[in-house]
């Protein structure tokens, strides 16, 4: 192979190939030195590939639902007893036992307590005795009398002794009344000395102890509280009141006539729903003037002592029936400075956020009021995705468990 050198000592083998690079070097130097711009092979005449549109974004969508709902308020309340009876003594004496289980359920007229009888049975012993001495004296004075009478009536014996054997029977009368009187509460004492519980219900902690010196003074020795039925106590607002006694006259009723209240259920503490449903028993008088509000009395059974006195519950009642409402999911509603939206795409495809007033809950879905009508669907899906006019892709979202079944409405608390 023959090799030369360029000026600058490079060297090139004298070929084909060699022939060819340098033919295409000349011309490279020759569009150089004339100011040809150079394209690029792509065949893009700007420099830049050409933007191309984004896809619609996916969201998914759910038609409204259109139903009758339910209609529940609810309220914070507490339980206690029909009857809460604070046990007291009634006489004083030494504690010799406690005959009760603590926290266990009492029948009326069960020993609680008992107190040393000793000095009552004595009291009562002489209180006896005083009045066999009266009746003695009255059949003494009875005799007096029976026996003057005739002899009065022929001046054997004067009228005064007459009048003064007449006189002493009668107070001997009243010395049998004041030493019966005596016996019936030595009687009384005595039988105070036992202590009973008054109703039927569920015995607390004793307060007192055996050995304790007791008495009237000594407050409560423990308390029995009456659960079945049980009361919860509950407060309304007076705007509710006076809705109620508009219904009332509307229909035709009086709410002084003792007007059967609603229907009332129960939750504990624990979200569990009291299986047993109960009733509005009666109100107050008056309204609160600190609050505007009314205490409510309501009554539910409780058979087996599950509901105890100062339980905190949720009571809540049905008050009415929301009648064709628009329910749609609770994720679809966008909650943005105090106002709620909701993203409804039209039949093109586009679109239109639309402000609108947020109901009850019911299971899974919201009650909503608004620009908004059955057969609109909403964005329930991907609603981060979407703005006012956008063209979006819409996917019908798939009914849930929940939203088949069609769930019982959640109550809003006032």
Known sequence: MEWKFFSNGSRFSNTRETTGLRILLRTLGLLLASGATLLPLNGCGNGEEAEQPPAP???????????????????????????????????????????????????????????????????????????????????????????????????????????????????????????????????LNL?????????DGVAGLAIAQVGDL????????????????????FTISQQLVIELQKRLEAAGKDSREGVEGPEL?????????????????????????????????GEFPNPNGFLVPGMFVRVRALMGTDKNALLVPQRAVMQMQGRYLIAIVDADNKVNIRPVEAGQRVGQDWVVKGEIEP????????????????????????????????????????
């Open 57 to 187: 974004p996916d969201v998914q969508v759910v038609a409204v639902r259109q139903e009758d709902v339910p209609v529940y308020q609810e309220w914070v309340g507490s339980l206690t007893g029909e009857v809460n009876a604070t046990i007291t003594a009634q006489v004083s004496g030494y504690l010799i036992s406690r005959d009760y289980q603590e926290g266990s359920s009492v029948k009326a007229g069960q020993v609680l307590f008992r107190i040393d009888p000793s000095t009552y049975a004595a009291a009562l012993a002489e209180a006896q005795a005083q009045l066999q001495v009266a009746e003695a004296r009255k059949g003494k004075t009875a005799l007096d009398v029976k026996r003057y009478t005739p002899l009065a009536a022929t001046d054997a014996v004067s009228k005064e002794e007459l009048d003064d054997a007449i006189q002493a029977d009668k107070a001997a009368d009243g010395q049998i009344a004041l030493a019966q009187a005596a016996v019936h509460q030595a009687e």
């Open 265 to 297: 259920q129960l939750t504990l503490a624990t979200g569990y729903v009291y299986p047993l449903s109960g009733r509005v028993r009666f109100a107050d008088n008056q309204v609160d003037v600190r609050t505007g509000s009314v205490r409510v009395v």
């Open 191 to 199: 039988g105070f000395a036992t202590i009973r519980s008054p109703v």
């Open 375 to 414: 057969t609109d669907r909403v964005v329930a899906e991907g609603v981060q995705k979407v703005r006012d006019g956008a063209t979006v892709n819409p996917i019908e979202l798939a009914a849930t468990p929940a939203q088949e079944a069609a769930p019982e409405a959640s109550p809003q608390t006032q």
């Open 214 to 233: 007791i008495g009237p003074s000594f407050g409560a020795l423990t308390t029995v509280a009456q659960i079945h039925p049980i009361r919860v106590y």
